[in-house]
């Protein structure tokens, strides 16, 4: 049963603490992306990586937000320091090699205290 | 402007009937075209995908796209009150494989 998969699904920290969330992609998937969906703001795409290069950050607040691929099989997105404006539900999703098609995770629901 | 437009609603239709759902979107040189369907306190579930002008159908869903007006649909005929969710457009813009979506749009079926 191939699917994204996310850890963890919740998490509760308080202000200024690291946060990392990770993912794993579909086996033989080589983009990945990290979306953030708040009420407010809806489905906003932070960065992706293409075989484990990252491509594009722009969506992504750079003094505390890090997204790295360290290997095919996890991608990881960081925050440190969070905010409270953080939290949000951070969804990981990923594309097969000559697929349009975007598969999501179950998401990370984060809350900054 | 918003890149990709979709009315929030919500949008009631009673059981059985046919749900119409709508989206627009700015770039006229997308490529491609995605309905994804989203449960309250879920991730979005892919549905639909549509490339060329048209209608494509896959059992009780229809998706239309006429790339001169920029308008995708999504149509789900004898809707079912386990329809009842927020559908997300998406549309990809580029070469790249970044996706642009709309605010979506909240479904709800009457029993």
């Known amino acids: 049963d191939a699917r994204v998969t996310q850890t963890p699904r919740h998490k509760v920290t308080e202000m200024g603490q690291e946060v990392t969330m990770r993912c794993q992609p579909i086996l033989g998937h080589n983009t990945v992306f990290w979306y953030r969906q708040t009420m407010m703001q809806g489905l906003e795409l932070l960065a992706y990586?293409?075989?484990?290069?990252?491509?594009?950050d722009s969506g992504m607040p750079k003094d505390r937000f890090s997204a790295e691929m360290p290997d095919a099989t996890l991608a990881t997105l960081k925050i440190q320091p969070s905010e409270p404006r953080d939290s949000a539900v951070y969804f990981c999703a990923s594309v097969g090699v000559s697929y349009n098609e975007q598969f999501f995770g179950p998401g990370t629901r984060l809350t900054v205290l | 402007q918003k890149e990709v437009e979709q009315n929030s609603g919500p949008l009631s239709v009673p059981e059985g009937a046919i749900a119409s759902l709508n989206c627009t979107y700015s770039d006229r040189g997308s490529q491609s075209f995605f309905w994804y369907r989203q449960y309250s306190g879920k991730s979005p579930e892919l549905i639909m995908s549509?490339?060329?002008?048209g209608d494509k159908e896959d059992g009780r869903f229809t998706a239309q796209l006429n790339k001169a007006s920029q308008y995708v649909s999504l149509l789900i005929r004898d809707s079912q009150p386990s329809d009842s969710a927020t559908y997300l457009c998406?549309?990809?813009?580029?070469?790249?494989?970044?996706?642009?979506f709309g605010s979506g749009t909240r479904l709800l079926v009457r029993p």
């Open positions: 998406a549309v990809r813009m580029d070469s790249s494989y970044k996706l642009i």
């Open positions: 549509i490339y060329s002008n």
């Open positions: 990586f293409r075989n484990r290069a990252p491509l594009d």
